[in-house]
């Protein structure tokens, strides 16, 4: 059976239903006001794969300014905060378009990296990523409230929106 997903930007009608696949998918939950916040302040970065009209996966991010080292000046960074896609969606690419779509998104707020917090004994999220270019860049001890370590992957985003192609 061959599946013809949309992906488009989240607006708040779809609230319920990524609260379902969020609670569905992960450990971790947010608050209603926690989804909305982030898609008022970073509505290009919170994307949504639909299946015959229905919501099948999201992928939420925010943008964060951090020092890079001891250059000089702000590099701002793109973070995944939350992806989930319905289990009998996985493995079909949903998740790989999601992370790709986003990627391309931060740029519009001049991101010049992404990364991202998975859990250690996530190995398909993983390989997901380190497929995709991000690199573990430290564990983080006893990250999750189970008490479960994370990696942090990171990768520098490919684009530069002030590039000509």
């Avoid at 986003?102 to 992404?114: I, W």
Wanted: glycine share 6%.
């Amino acid at each position: 059976m061959q599946m013809t997903f949309t992906l488009r930007r989240f607006n708040s009608s779809d609230l319920e239903r990524v609260m379902h696949i969020n609670r569905v998918c992960l450990p971790e939950n947010y608050s209603s006001f926690f989804f909305l916040d982030l898609y008022k302040r970073f509505p290009e970065t919170f994307l949504v794969v639909e299946e015959n009209g229905e919501v099948v996966g999201y992928v939420m991010c925010r943008i964060e300014t951090g020092l890079p080292g001891f250059r000089i000046g702000v590099r701002k960074r793109g973070h995944v905060i939350s992806i989930a896609v319905l289990p009998e969606y996985q493995r079909q690419g949903v998740g790989y378009t999601l992370m790709q779509e986003v990627m391309q998104s931060m740029l519009l707020y001049n991101a010049k990296e992404c990364f991202l917090e998975v859990r250690t004994s996530n190995t398909p999220a993983v390989k997901l990523y380190t497929k995709m270019g991000f690199e573990i860049k430290r564990t983080l001890q006893g990250y999750y409230a189970d008490g479960e370590d994370a990696y942090l992957m990171a990768r520098k985003l490919p684009f530069s929106k002030n590039k000509q192609a």
